[in-house]
């Protein structure tokens, strides 16, 4: 939503957003999840886990 209103701010409106709704959560990543250099997220997401989750006190919630 950010980046909408930010865009919206700087008189860009000539670009479709798509939006999410994670309420229900995030699909599993795939083989398709990659950087721009072609880097799986999956690896990434194993080496930043510890930095990415945040504890409510009943065990770790992952962002």
Request: proline share 5%; hydrophobic share 40%.
């Amino acid at each position: 939503m950010l980046s909408a209103l930010t865009l919206i701010a700087l008189n860009e409106r000539e670009r479709n957003i798509y939006l999410q709704d994670t309420f229900e959560g995030m699909p599993k990543l795939s083989d398709k999840d990659v950087d721009i250099h072609g880097v799986p997220y999956s690896k990434l997401w194993e080496q930043e886990r510890e930095f990415l989750s945040v504890s409510l006190g009943d065990g770790p919630v992952f962002c």
